[in-house]
């Protein structure tokens, strides 16, 4: 079992900046994939960003690649999403979410373990 709490939310003006982090507990988190989603309102979840359990491999949605940073500390059993150029559209409720594979995923059902979410608000 993989337990996700999210940290970090809040409410910046656009071009500003937010690192998330990602707190996990549980025995397979060094081996799990980790991926980060979000939410806006009356739309599905999407995908943001994923990395895989070495640290080595990331990929990014092309809404934020080259704004966006996935990083892990392993020895913190702690994930982060550094946003920068935040624009009013990266909006959302983000969570976290960790598979019991080890890849780092681009879909949702590809995770097993989720955390709770926290808010970024941006404004224009």
């Known amino acids: 079992q993989v337990h996700l709490v999210e940290s970090g939310g809040g409410l910046v003006q656009a071009g500003d900046s937010l690192r998330l982090s990602c707190a996990a507990s549980?025995?397979?988190?060094?081996?799990?994939?980790m991926g980060w989603f979000r939410q806006a309102p009356g739309k599905e979840r999407e995908f943001v960003a994923a990395?895989?359990?070495?640290?080595?491999?990331?990929y990014y949605a092309d809404s934020v690649k080259g704004r966006f940073t996935v990083s892990r500390d392993r020895a913190q059993n702690t994930v982060y999403l550094q946003m920068n150029s935040l624009k009013p559209e990266d909006t959302a409720v983000y969570y976290c979410?960790?598979?019991?594979?080890?890849?780092?995923?681009?879909?949702?059902?590809?995770?097993?373990?989720w955390g709770q979410g926290t808010q970024v608000t941006v404004s224009s």
């Open positions: 990395i895989n359990w070495s640290g080595h491999s990331t």
């Open positions: 549980g025995r397979s988190f060094s081996r799990n994939g």
């Open positions: 979410a960790a598979e019991e594979g080890s890849s780092g995923s681009s879909y949702a059902h590809s995770y097993d373990y």
